[in-house]
Every structure is written in structure tokens, then in C-alpha cells.
């Protein structure tokens, strides 16, 4: 029989199968994979902390290792992200997560990964690839147990595809989809929905990086804070690893489920900070669809026949009894379409047919040189993302990398908003191809001698002279233009210091204060204009915030107040989002804390919590703050959890003769899922205290504090 389903907005129809239905995965017998260690040989040490150190002679041993660790610690999440990426999760998680299955095949993941995997990404990358994948069937191999139907084998293709798939998201892909489905696109309401891939927390926008050269710093170090956030836990929550080759990959720092290589970090001679950018990578036309032939759309003059291909969702519902949900998925010369009841609209998007960015990633981890760095960037195989680099000779840069269309310049298109809906009947309005590595703002070594970046406008990522001026750049590309507080107060304490220590850096790093003139600050000014009946509640709150400094530490009791009353405001304008009513949210803050406090002004951290199953900790910090802390109140805790911002943050330092020493720290621990592990929460209370722990990068020390150590293959 038949049924439909709403899928973000799209109903799917559905042919239902009861019982082990024909096309249900077979059974595959993990151990078979039990023999792949014998392809390779690797050495994972387990610090004092449980973060796996990985070597090997050759990298796809370390591949294979890292792959092998990650799961040992979080498998789970593991099997969902490959899940994901091939458009299947639904087969294990229901009907919820049909809707991400469905944007794996409008995306065409699949369709690019099949035709360009032999040809247009090297061997090295597919052998890397494969070692990755691997490294999963192995840890399966003896884990049996704990495998969903259909996920083995897991390949190399797999690996490649998560990126194709993955990237788009962090730059808001997925906001546009919503978007579109809802009608909202360029509707002034474009940001109110979103596709999430699993129920896991999405990404915030946020994140810092900052580089200090030896010409800034008061002792000749170069240092480079690497300090992204993350969701604490789920599919793009950070996992610390080491890894060291014969072949020349040596990195530490940090990286997600299903990712083979180092995201953000260092290596011996250099180290990056990744932080998300968000400039106008995504297009979205208005068809005309011919009124006798819905299958038909004007371009040129000319009516035009879709492609169709037929996407097939296959969803669990209870025990044995799965659905295919099927849905034509439409494509016109422009990308993939929707059809909604505002009408048709194609999308076309930067990566949308991009494949190499495990291969660029693979070269920046084993760039050594400014100069090797720039060459693996200058693939132009990312999507999006700014870094913030250092280096051991001194060199410092902010890059705003993204790969940004090409979009017509001229009088004929000057009226086109490319923010908005475009025209969708012109061929010439179709851009092709991205502007040159080359072409990308960045600040290289200014005269100020220290970047920065957080999720700001690449104009100002540093001060004075040597940062990139809008004039240079179209204004097509959609460059940002905003600056956010952490900006601001990284401008306002780093500006005006001309010999930065390394307590300096870190203190810094830790500030947890609104900037005047930031989005908290004004909306505070207008709390304070307002009129309230004498002796109520909301006077007495207002009262209360006259005496606020804009801090948010742990000890402060105004900052409950203030900070629940204007984190509201802080997301709106994060995410682009209409602004809630000032009155209204001020009072639900206050009835909160009354209710759960008995008080207006309890110590911020009372309320704001690093949770960590039994075991709670105090916090400082909030939104858009330098020591960054998103969460949400639970009403049966009767506190505010964290579930998101700083996650993983290392210092990096090099001294005038080469030195490299790195201090890092997780929100955790390395044990992701393992609750009876120590690594579970080992590394949470060293986090709550804004202290860092100094990673062992010789072996000496290494062997010295280990606390396991395992060979696999290579006749062990």
C-alpha cells in the first residue's frame, strides 16, 4: 500500500513493506574483516588522558589507526555520521531523520562521488581514504555486536562523500533549503528553519582563532590560539588525537567522526585555527514552469525539460517493518529543484560538485612551509572556512578561504541581488566556476604583528595597515561585513597591548565580557529606557541590570540576569533572525530565576553548568563572549547546560630558536560515550577552570605517563 510523509516540507510517497522486506540489507559477518590489520602497521600510545597518540611507517597506517581509536571511543556516533552520508540513517533512527536522507540525494552526492572518484582526486588521497575506512571494518571486526545492518563494508568512497556532503552545511546550505521548502526564502525571514542532521545540537556561529608573531609578543615567541566551537557532543563535537609518520604527517589537534586527517592544530613548523565563514555561497532561481507541461522550465526563451531522477528513502519504523519512501527529484541547468506551493526554485551552491577536499586537507596537514600551506589552499577544493595560521619563522595570516562563484559583473546585472531570489530564466545569470585562491581576502603578516578572526568581516581581522580593503573585492561575492563581540573585545584588548605574553594571550582568551556597542550592550541601553510600574518585578530587574559591568563570570549575580535576557537577541542576530520582544523575554528571564532561585541575582554559576552525566561544574562565560557558552535551561535541573562554544582549545607556541610546546584541553575527555571510563569527564573540571593541560609531543615523556598501549598489524 501507499502513504505519504512530510520530509522538510516534501511529502514522499511510500510503498511499505511488512516484514524482512526484499531489498533490506543482507547480512554482512563483520569478522571477515578481521584481516585488514595485516595491510597495516600501527602504534597507538593512550596518554594520561586516554588521547590516542597514533604512529606508523607509512600515513595509511595512521589512517587506519586514527580510524581504529576514534571508534574505541565513539563508535555510535561514528556509524551514524557514515550512516548519514550515505542517505541511510533513516534505516536505523526512523522517520526523523529522513528528511537529512533525503538531502543527501537532492544534494547528488552520490551522483559526483561515483563519477569523479578515480579520476579527479589522487591515489594517495584514495588510498588514505580507504585505510580511514579500514580502520572502521577492523574495530567492527571485533566488535561485532554493536553493528547496524548494512553498514559494512564501509569505503573509501564513504569517507570522500562525508565532505562533499558535510562542508556545504557549515556554511548555512541547509538554512537555504529550509528556506526555500517553507516559502521564506528572500522573504526577509530566510533563517527560521533548519535541516539538522541528526538531533544532535548544529553548529553555533562561532569560533576564534588568534596568531601573535615575535614581533608582538613580549619574549620573540610566536603563538596561535586554536579555539572553534563546537556542540559538545554528537556528529561535529571535537576528538583529540596525534598522529606521526615516517612519511612526513605529524599533527596534533582535533577532528570529527568520520574525518582521517587533523582538522585544526599543528604540526613541527606550523599550526592553523579554523573558523566558520559565512559569505554568499548559495543561489537560489525562481523557474517559470510551463502551464501545460510541469515538467518543463523557461530558460532563453526556450522551454526546457527536467531532469528526473527518483529518490528512494528507506525508513524504520518499528522492529522489522520499513518503508521506501520515493520522490521525483527534479534538476534544471541552474542545480536541483523544488517544488513547492510558492512555486519552483533550482539551487546552486559553492562545493556542489566538489570531491577534493579530503585531498587539500591532506596537504595542509603535511605543509610544512607557508609556502606549501598556500598550495594546498590554493586547490580551492573547501567550500567555506577562514584560518588563522602561524608558523615557526615568525609568519602570521588570516585567510578567508571559501571557493566563491564567479557570478556575471556589469551594468546588465547590476540590479541582480544575488542575496534574494534571481531571475531563473537566463542562462548567462548561471555562474560557472570560482574566483582563484588568489582572489581571497587575507591579511598576511601585518605591521601590527598579531590576526585574528572570529566570525567576523576578513576587513578587519587585525589593526592598522595590512588587512584587505572592500573596494578590492566584487560586491558579488557577498564578502561579510559583520563584526560580532567577540571581535570587538579581542580588538579592544589585543589593540592596545604591544608586548603580548603568553598570560596576556591567555587571559585574553578567557575574557568573558560584552563590548560596548555590541548587540548585548544595546539592548541592555534600551532595557534601561523603558518604563516600569514602581516596585514591580521588572523595575526591580531593571534596577538590578543599571549596576551590570557586561561580565559573565561564574561569580557574578547580575549576570544571570543579563545574559538570559539578551542571549535571546545575541542568537537573533548570530543567525539572522527576526528580534524577539524585549519586554517579554525579560520577564520570562526573571520568572525563571525566581522560580527556580528564589532570587533574581544568583551567582552566574549557580546557573550556568558544564553537565556531565552525575557531575556538574560552574562555568563562566556565554554567548558571543571570548569564553564562549551556549546552552539551555533545563526546567527539571533548574539550571542552564552547556551544550555548545569552547569544546577544544590549544595554545601553540614556538620559540625564537624553533621550540614548539602546546597546551590543550577538551570539554570532556577522550572517552565520548563510555561513561565508566575514566577519559569519560576527567578532562571537564581542568575545562570549568579555564586551565589547559600540556600535551607530551616527545616519546619520552609520552611512554612515561601512557596509560595503554596497542600494536595492530604488521604481525603483532
Known amino acids: 500500500m501507499s502513504k505519504k510523509i512530510l520530509i522538510a516540507g516534501i511529502a514522499l510517497s511510500a510503498s511499505i513493506y511488512v516484514g524482512f522486506w526484499a531489498t533490506a540489507p543482507s547480512y554482512v559477518d563483520p569478522t571477515q574483516y578481521h584481516t585488514l590489520a595485516d595491510k597495516y602497521a600501527v602504534h597507538i600510545i593512550r596518554d594520561k588522558y586516554g588521547v590516542p597518540h597514533i604512529f606508523g611507517s607509512r600515513d595509511v597506517d595512521a589512517a587506519f589507526g586514527l580510524a581504529y581509536a576514534h571508534a574505541e571511543d565513539d563508535f555510535v556516533t561514528m556509524q551514524d555520521v557514515l550512516l548519514v552520508t550515505r542517505g541511510k540513517l533513516a534505516t536505523l533512527h526512523g522517520v526523523d531523520a529522513a528528511k537529512t536522507d533525503y538531502l543527501v540525494q537532492f544534494m547528488g552526492v552520490w551522483d559526483v562521488v561515483d563519477a ?20 572502521v571494518n577492523f574495530y567492527a571486526s571485533e566488535n561485532p555486536g554493536n553493528i547496524a545492518a548494512g553498514l559494512l563494508p564501509v569505503t573509501g568512497k564513504d569517507i570522500i562523500a562525508g565532505f562533499t556532503f558535510k562542508t556545504p552545511l557549515f556554511y548555512g546550505f541547509d538554512q537555504a533549503v529550509a ?143 520499513r518503508w521506501t519512501f520515493h520522490e521525483a527529484i527534479y534538476r534544471s541547468a541552474h ?178 565580557r560584552y563590548a560596548k556597542g555590541s548587540v548585548v550592550d544595546h539592548v541592555i541601553n ?11 518585578e521588572l523595575q526591580a530587574g531593571q534596577q538590578l541590570l543599571q549596576r551590570w559591568n557586561l561580565g559573565t563570570d561564574a561569580e557574578n549575580r547580575i549576570a544571570a540576569l543579563g545574559v538570559m535576557t539578551s542571549s535571546p537577541f ?12 524585549l519586554t517579554e523575554v525579560f520577564q520570562n528571564a526573571l520568572t525563571v530565576l525566581q522560580n527556580h532561585f528564589g532570587r533574581i541575582d544568583p551567582k552566574w554559576g549557580d546557573v550556568n553548568r558544564l553537565v556531565r552525566g552525575d557531575k556538574s561544574w560552574a562555568l563562566s562565560g556565554a554567548p558571543d563572549v571570548l569564553r564562549a557558552v551556549y546552552g539551555v535551561f533545563d526546567e527539571e535541573a533548574g539550571q542552564q547546560q ?54 607530551p609531543l616527545d616519546m619520552v615523556t609520552l611512554m612515561a605517563e601512557k596509560t595503554s598501549d596497542k600494536r595492530i598489524g604488521g604481525g603483532s
Not at 570531491?355 to 600551506?373: D, G, P
Not at 595554545?651 to 577538551?666: K, M, Q, Y
Open 642 to 695: 552547556a551544550t555548545a562554544g569552547d569544546s577544544y582549545i590549544m595554545f601553540v607556541e614556538w620559540a625564537p630558536d624553533g621550540d614548539l610546546s602546546s597546551h590543550t584541553i577538551h570539554n570532556f575527555g577522550s572517552a565520548t560515550l563510555d561513561a565508566t571510563s575514566k577519559h569519560y569527564d576527567d578532562q571537564a573540571p581542568i575545562f570549568a577552570s579555564e586551565k589547559e593541560r600540556r600535551l
Open 570 to 581: 545575541v542568537m537573533a542576530a548570530m543567525r539572522e533572525e527576526p528580534m524577539p520582544d
Open 179 to 321: 528556506a526555500v521548502v517553507e516559502g521564506r526564502y528572500g522573504t526577509g525571514l530566510d533563517k527560521l528553519a533548519y535541516l539538522q542532521v541528526t538531533d544532535s545540537p548544529q553548529p553555533d556561529l562561532g569560533s576564534q582563532g588568534i596568531a601573535v608573531a615575535p614581533s608582538r609578543s613580549d619574549d620573540g615567541y610566536t603563538r596561535l590560539l586554536v579555539n572553534s566551537h563546537q556542540p559538545l557532543t554528537g556528529p561535529v563535537a571535537w576528538y583529540e588525537a596525534r598522529i606521526k609518520t615516517d612519511e612526513g604527517w605529524d599533527m596534533a589537534g582535533s577532528t570529527f567522526p568520520g574525518s582521517p586527517v587533523i582538522l585544526h592544530g599543528h604540526g613541527p613548523t606550523l599550526g592553523w585555527a579554523s573558523t566558520v565563514n559565512k559569505p554568499d555561497l548559495v543561489d537560489v532561481y525562481q523557474l517559470t514552469i510551463n502551464p501545460n507541461n510541469e515538467d518543463q522550465y523557461l530558460l532563453d526563451g526556450v522551454w526546457r525539460d527536467f531532469e528526473v531522477k527518483d529518490a528512494a528513502i528507506d525508513v524504520t519504523f518499528w522492529g522489522p517493518i
Open 335 to 512: 542545480g536541483p529543484v523544488f517544488k513547492t506551493e510558492k512555486g519552483a526554485f533550482a539551487l546552486r551552491w559553492a562545493g556542489m560538485d566538489e570531491m577534493r577536499t579530503l585531498e587539500e586537507m591532506l596537504a595542509m596537514n603535511k605543509a610544512r612551509t607557508q609556502a606549501e600551506f598556500e598550495a594546498a589552499l590554493s586547490m580551492t577544493a573547501s567550500p567555506s572556512i577562514n584560518y588563522v595560521y602561524a608558523d615557526k619563522d615568525g609568519n602570521i595570516a588570516h585567510y578567508y578561504n571559501a571557493m566563491m562563484p564567479k557570478r556575471p559583473e556589469g551594468n546588465r546585472f547590476s540590479a541582480i541581488d544575488w542575496l534574494g531570489l534571481i531571475p531563473g530564466d537566463q542562462s548567462d545569470l548561471i555562474w560557472q566556476g570560482y574566483y582563484p585562491f588568489e582572489r581571497m581576502p587575507r591579511t598576511v603578516n601585518p605591521p601590527s604583528g598579531f590576526v585574528y578572526n572570529a566570525n567576523n568581516t576578513p576587513y578587519r581581522s587585525s589593526v592598522g595597515e595590512g588587512q584587505p580593503k572592500p573596494k578590492d573585492y566584487e560586491s558579488s561575492m557577498g564578502i561579510q561585513t559583520n563584526m560580532t563581540n567577540r571581535a570587538l573585545r579581542i580588538e579592544a584588548l589585543f589593540g592596545s597591548d604591544k608586548a603580548i605574553s603568553r598570560e596576556d594571550l591567555h587571559r585574553y582568551k578567557y575574557d568573558n
Open 526 to 536: 534600551d532595557l534601561l529606557a523603558m518604563s516600569f510600574e514602581p516596585d514591580s
Open 116 to 135: 569523479g572518484y578515480e579520476s579527479r582526486i589522487d591515489q594517495q588521497t584514495r588510498d588514505h581514504a580507504q585505510a580511514y575506512a579500514d580502520g
